[in-house]
């Protein structure tokens, strides 16, 4: 397979039996459907990301490019929780294309709010009209 941005040779990088494909120039990973959900739940993952976020975000702008499994033409789309990565998405196979860096950057949100929840207090919500039965005063 060869990377849809910069048209390299892509290899195969496998991590914890999820097997991805990195473009041995830019980096750029391509990730079939189902193995990028896959590989963000796994803790540590984010090493499979090693290129430079410099040359990702350069490779960012590249943004017509087919997809390199099908040959579809890839639509961008961006993640809901964090708005400033951008990817492509194949509609036909389901695969993702992210540059470099950006896989890290995505786990490292999750991680955050991961510890986030941790820290966040439990929200006491406080008895409303309570007692309820015995409010009403009784003249002597
Ligand atoms: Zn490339
Ligand atoms: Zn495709």
């Known amino acids: 397979m060869k990377c849809p941005k910069c048209e390299s040779p892509m290899e195969e990088v496998a991590f914890d039996q999820v097997k991805i494909d990195r473009c041995t120039s830019c980096k750029g990973i391509w990730f079939d459907e189902f193995e990028l959900t896959d590989l963000k739940e796994i803790e540590g993952s984010e090493t499979v990301d090693t290129g430079d976020s410099k040359t ?3 490779q960012n702008k590249i943004d017509r490019i087919n997809c ?3 040959n579809t033409q890839m639509i961008r ?11 492509e998405h194949c509609v036909t196979c389901s695969g993702h294309f992210f540059d ?5 950057d ?24 309570w007692p309820s039965s015995s409010d009403s005063k009784e003249s002597n």
Not at 109 to 117: E, N, R, V, W
Request: aromatic content about 14%; some cysteine.
């Open 56 to 58: 990702g975000s350069e």
């Open 68 to 70: 390199p499994k099908c």
């Open 77 to 87: 789309m961006v993640d809901a929780r964090q708005s400033h990565i951008w990817f």
């Open 100 to 104: 470099a860096g950006e896989f890290r």
């Open 106 to 129: 995505l786990k490292e949100d999750s991680l955050l709010d991961f510890i986030k929840s941790w820290f966040t207090p439990e929200r006491i919500t406080p008895p409303t009209a």
